[in-house]
């Protein structure tokens, strides 16, 4: 008797899978079928690919073709996650849109960028405070990383938007009562690089500091260059050498 009710449910069960499939193809599933799942707002299609969740309203997550968005009725990338909130301060839970964490201390995490098969690979990461040890701990050990591995470089690119370009800014140190972290050095989209300077019209320009070789040379290979120094009346000098090693002093127009 037992067996046969064991039959009889197993054919019930799949008339009923058959006829929710069939129905998922022309439209979605009815509401028993969907109270039976324990799924509330879901589209089924499996016309083109089984168990792909249609997009809905905006605000829910969808899961179509291989591709996921949340927040959003638009799937049109991998992963799309859209949101509208604002929050002045970076550290504020609103600006944070996905979390990686590895709660091991002496961990690492990373996210990994692959394309192709040659095994090159972009890995953005942050080690734990008791990460590896000896250098391994000094140079790693709670700092955040971005390492290009088995590939020929990397590149950091800028390219201008409209209105002003400022170029690539690094910024280091710790951020004041307006909460930005001081800016240390900048590189301009004119190529030109500044250390303490915002605008540098050099090719490197420094500001409030100094330059120090604690070995090595500094070697100007066209002979027509030199060392350009500004007198007290602001009258500027270019000393060069002549074959005999004297030097020549040359009357120019102050650079910029």
Same mark, same amino acid.
């Given at each position: 008797?037992?067996?046969?009710?064991? !039959?009889?449910?197993? /054919?019930? &069960?799949?008339?009923? $899978?058959? @006829?929710?499939?069939?129905?998922?193809?022309q439209d979605e +599933? *009815?509401?028993?079928?969907?109270?039976?799942?324990?799924?509330?707002?879901?589209?089924?299609?499996?016309?083109?690919?089984?168990?792909t969740i249609l997009?809905?309203?905006?605000?829910?997550?969808?899961?179509?073709?291989?591709?996921?968005?949340?927040?959003?009725?638009? !799937?049109?990338?991998? /992963?799309? &996650?859209?949101?509208? $909130?604002? @929050?002045?301060?970076?550290?504020?839970?609103?600006?944070? +849109? *996905?979390?990686?964490?590895?709660?091991?201390?002496?961990?690492?995490?990373?996210?990994?960028?692959?394309?192709?098969?040659?095994?090159?690979?972009?890995?953005?990461?942050?080690?734990?405070?008791?990460?590896?040890?000896?250098?391994?701990?000094?140079?790693?050990?709670?700092?955040?990383?971005? /390492?290009?591995?088995?590939?020929?470089?990397?590149?950091?690119?800028?390219?201008?938007?409209?209105?002003?370009?400022?170029?690539?800014?690094?910024?280091?140190?710790?951020a004041g009562f307006?909460?930005?972290?001081?800016?240390?050095?900048?590189?301009?989209?004119?190529?030109?690089?500044?250390?303490?300077?915002?605008?540098?019209?050099?090719?490197?320009?420094?500001?409030?500091?100094?330059?120090?070789?604690?070995?090595?040379?500094?070697?100007?290979?066209?002979?027509?260059?030199?060392?350009?120094?500004?007198?007290?009346?602001?009258?500027?000098?270019?000393?060069?050498?002549?074959?005999?090693?004297?030097?020549?002093?040359?009357?120019?127009?102050?650079?910029?």
């Amino acid at each position: 008797m037992k067996t046969n009710l064991y !039959v009889l449910i197993f /054919i019930a &069960v799949g008339l009923f $899978t058959q @006829n929710a499939i069939a129905q998922t193809k022309q439209d979605e +599933f *009815s509401p028993a079928v969907k109270d039976s799942l324990g799924l509330k707002n879901v589209v089924f299609d499996i016309s083109e690919s089984a168990y792909t969740i249609l997009p809905l309203s905006s605000g829910k997550p969808h899961f179509v073709g291989g591709k996921l968005s949340l927040g959003t009725s638009s !799937v049109s990338k991998k /992963i799309y &996650v859209l949101d509208d $909130t604002r @929050n002045i301060d970076e550290a504020g839970n609103g600006n944070v +849109f *996905s979390i990686f964490q590895n709660i091991n201390p002496q961990g690492y995490v990373t996210q990994e960028y692959i394309s192709g098969t040659s095994g090159g690979k972009l890995e953005i990461g942050f080690a734990s405070s008791n990460y590896g040890t000896g250098d391994l701990n000094t140079v790693y050990a709670n700092r955040g990383t971005i /390492i290009s591995r088995n590939t020929s470089g990397l590149i950091l690119r800028s390219t201008p938007g409209a209105g002003t370009y400022d170029g690539i800014t690094f910024q280091s140190g710790v951020a004041g009562f307006d909460g930005i972290t001081p800016e240390r050095m900048r590189i301009t989209g004119e190529g030109n690089i500044g250390i303490g300077m915002k605008n540098p019209v050099a090719k490197l320009e420094l500001s409030n500091g100094n330059v120090q070789l604690d070995s090595g040379d500094i070697f100007i290979r066209d002979f027509n260059r030199g060392i350009v120094l500004k007198s007290p009346s602001s009258l500027c000098w270019r000393i060069t050498v002549d074959d005999n090693g004297n030097f020549v002093k040359t009357n120019i127009n102050c650079p910029n």
